[in-house]
Structures are given as C-alpha cells and as structure tokens.
C-alpha cells in the first residue's frame, strides 16, 4: 500500500521561512516523479513544485519560482519543499503527490496517482 506521509507545517510570521517533507513508502519509486500542491480555502487545488525522482529535473509555478526549493533524498525516500519569504497568501494545506512519469513530470493536479493527507500552512502577516 503507497503511503505520502507529509511533515514540517505550521503557524509562521510573513518572511519566515519552513521546510515540509514526504516521506513514500509502499512501493519502488524509481520511475516517478514527486510533487507539491496546495489548497486554500475556497479554492482549487494548485501546482507549487515537482521534481524527477533523480532530482535532475524540477518545474515551479511561476508564483512560486525563486522562494520556494524542491529537493529530493532518494536513500529516504523523502522529497523536501523549502519554502522562505513567506506571505500570507502562501496559507493553505500542502499536498503531496506522485505519479508514474517515465516520459517526463507532469504538473497537474489529475495526472497524480497518489495523495499525502496534507499539512497545513499558516502564514501571519
């Protein structure tokens, strides 16, 4: 059974920075990639970040791009959201996610096969 457990949410002042981490269990991941979603409240789900499983390849929303650093540790399984300069839009609860990408990362929100239980981001300004 494939498990995205998610960590490292919380309560930050705008500007603070936090890390989230996915740890995947359950199955060999070598061929998928990982990413990260959100969701405020009264909105969609979006895209934040996504990275190939050999790290070798990230995508960002534009948004996103310059304050927010996936990573990836394939000895633990865990792939990592570095998120700094925090705003108080930046609230909301971020999702996990992978999907099986032998042919390149997608980016949308159908396209994941599999789903964290989320983590929730606060940001007060």
């Known amino acids: 059974q494939v498990q995205l457990v998610e960590s490292g949410g919380g309560l930050v002042q705008a500007g603070d920075s936090l890390r989230l981490s996915c740890t995947a269990s359950?199955?060999?991941?070598?061929?998928?990639?990982m990413g990260w979603f959100r969701q405020a409240p009264g909105k969609e789900r979006e895209f934040v970040a996504a990275?190939?499983?050999?790290?070798?390849?990230?995508y960002y929303a534009d948004s996103m791009e310059g304050r927010f650093t996936i990573s990836i540790d394939n000895a633990k399984n865990t792939v990592y959201l570095q998120m700094n300069s925090l705003k108080p839009e930046d609230t909301a609860v971020y999702y996990c996610?992978?999907?099986?990408?032998?042919?390149?990362?997608?980016?949308?929100?159908?396209?994941?096969?599999?789903w964290g239980q989320g983590t929730q981001v606060t940001v007060s300004s």
């Open positions: 996610a992978a999907h099986y990408a032998p042919w390149g990362v997608a980016v949308t929100t159908t396209s994941q096969k599999y």
């Open positions: 359950g199955r060999t991941f070598s061929s998928y990639a």
């Open positions: 990275i190939s499983w050999s790290g070798r390849s990230t």
